[in-house]
């Protein structure tokens, strides 16, 4: 295939960025290549006051077809495509093109064998062998990763841990906090880890298991929602959702403030956020009409003698 440079792509793209809409002074289009399945194109059109013209939409097909152009051909590697057009200061006159290809290393996704994420697993289990003898293996593992290394956690990491007292049987999430897969953003992931507590003679296995699949699909919703740590400690305990009739005669779930945080993670600490189930006698007499129905939520933790 004959190469296709940058100044190829901007003799392409001027007779159609010179089709400004009225008014307009310049343009600049930024675009990202595809990492980790994702892509994202922004800009447009601007007028010499500096805001946006919100015609010309159909500029952003243009630079798409010049970047698959330019992807296809690679010169040389890069993952950013910045388009900038300047109306001519002269009467039928063409505008001024430019467009550059940089490679980006800020924005490079993280590989299947980044040291992040067993760094980050390494993390939250040594926290809690600081609580009880941690099982080898998990209790619910689902390791459906997409060719990303991604699970629904957005990391390779997506099941429970176990981890036992003389007294007490802890489950705990087990890769909410590790960093994204596929894409370089310095964040721990959903930033918290969800935990439940419960006595260790109580229990049958099956009712274990029961429950570390309840984690799983709560720690889905999580990582749907991104703002649900934030939100517990705003409020310090909100009714997060409904239960299913398996688990009668608990019906609702409340997520609340623990207080304590996962050290050593790869970008710092993340809280811990405390899972009770519930039964909906004990709310069903309060009001539940504010944010989160978190006043009833916090009054019934406080009967069962939990703080947030």
Known sequence: MTAYSNSDAASDLRPALDKAPTGAVKGEWFF?????????????????????????????????????KLESSRIKPFNK????????????MRGRVTVDTI??????????????????AVARRAFWKRYGDVSD?????????????QTKWFGPHRRVLSTKSSTKLTLAT?????????????????????????????????????WADLLISLGDLVAEGYQVAADV?????????????????????????DGRQIEGLPFGSVPLIRVTPIAEAEIEHHDQSDEWASNAARHALAEREIET
Not at 178 to 202: H, I, Q, Y
């Open 137 to 149: 293996s998990f209790i619910t593992e689902r390791d459906d990763a997409n060719v990303h290394n």
């Open 32 to 68: 990202i290549t595809e990492q980790a399945g994702v892509s994202s194109q922004t800009g447009g059109y601007i007028y010499a006051d500096g805001s946006h013209v919100t015609a010309g939409d159909q500029a952003f097909q243009r630079v798409r077809n010049v970047v698959d």
């Open 174 to 210: 087990d890769g909410l906090s590790t960093p994204w897969a596929g894409v370089a953003n310095p964040e721990n992931g959903v930033e918290c880890e969800l935990f439940m507590e419960m006595d260790a003679s109580d229990n049958t296995s099956y009712q274990i298991d029961d």
């Open 233 to 257: 400690e705003k409020y310090g305990a909100i009714l997060f959702c409904s239960l299913t009739d398996d688990y009668k005669p608990m019906t609702r779930i409340i997520l609340s403030r």
């Open 103 to 120: 490679f980006d290393e800020t924005i490079v996704p993280r590989g299947l064998q980044s040291p992040m994420y067993e760094a980050a």
């Open 81 to 92: 495509v910045i388009v900038r057009w300047t109306k001519s200061k002269l009467p039928l």
